[in-house]
């Protein structure tokens, strides 16, 4: 880690779209941190403690503790000011903010319902998904608690079939309107640029989009059809493109 960023921590889940928004906004204003994985299920001991909610990511930055990617990256804007990620001028800023909001809901929230839908009945390949990059005793202990984290994923999240279904027509809606955008401007956000509402739009597709990404290797077969049925239309080649472009990590 270097010198100038010594307490820079994101407490993290590495198969998380929302925590990969906040490791490229990090990345992205070239901050070294260090990542701490956590167990979904057993992460709550750690992030109760920390933060008001459950959720990750948190950045713990000295004494400083921000949770939600939304807020690390207003944060980091502020903290880093060059290589911004909300736009300089208002009317795109609040553009960049109104996508954000949109794509975390439409987005963020039915595409998690939607995969783990699909996920959660294949142990194996939801325990590979959930602890890609979780400490050493995260296989053992998923032997023993997988069945309670899973059950209480589904309560927690609301994961059934109907909401499932509902998800993935949310989904698909979604989908239509990023294609219609693009087919009018490469950049969501005003005339400036690569924003965070750029940055939001992929990180949030890249388990769908970016199958080779670390935190993306496996897919249930319903989403490997869906991606099959998305790969020509116009996101699916702007989310490879601009990773290529502003993320060079994980292209
Ligand atoms: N909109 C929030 C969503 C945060 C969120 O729901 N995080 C999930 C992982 S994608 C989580 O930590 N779930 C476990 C929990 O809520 O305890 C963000 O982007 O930070």
Request: glycine share 6%.
């Amino acid at each position: 880690m270097a010198a100038e960023d010594p307490m820079l921590t994101l407490y993290q889940f590495e198969c998380s779209h929302c925590c990969e928004k906040a490791r490229w906004a990090l990345d992205y204003k070239g901050l070294d941190y260090r990542t701490r994985n956590l167990i979904p299920g057993p992460h709550r001991l750690v992030t109760e403690r920390l933060a008001p909610r459950s959720h990750v990511p948190i950045l713990v930055d000295g004494e400083r503790v921000v949770q939600g990617s939304s807020e690390i990256i207003d944060y980091l804007d502020k903290r880093c000011p060059s290589a911004r990620l909300t736009p300089a001028g208002a009317t795109a800023a609040q553009q960049a903010h109104e996508w954000e909001h949109y794509l975390d809901r439409e987005i963020g929230v039915s595409i998690r319902c939607w995969f783990y839908f699909h996920a959660l009945p294949k142990r194996n390949l939801a325990t590979r998904c959930l602890l890609q990059g979780a400490p050493w005793y995260g296989p053992p202990l998923y032997a023993l608690i997988f069945p309670v984290v899973r059950r209480a994923m589904r309560s927690r999240m609301r994961i059934d079939a109907e909401n499932a279904a509902r998800s993935e027509s949310q989904l698909r809606a979604a989908l239509v309107h990023l294609n219609e955008a693009l087919r009018r401007r490469r950049y969501l956000a005003g005339p400036g640029g690569f924003s965070r509402a750029d940055l939001t739009a992929c990180a949030l597709l890249a388990p769908l989009c970016l199958p080779n990404a670390a935190y993306a290797r496996d897919l249930p077969k319903a989403v490997a059809a869906f991606r099959t049925e998305h790969e020509a239309d116009p996101f699916f080649g702007w989310v490879v493109e601009t990773y290529g472009r502003y993320r060079r990590r994980y292209a």
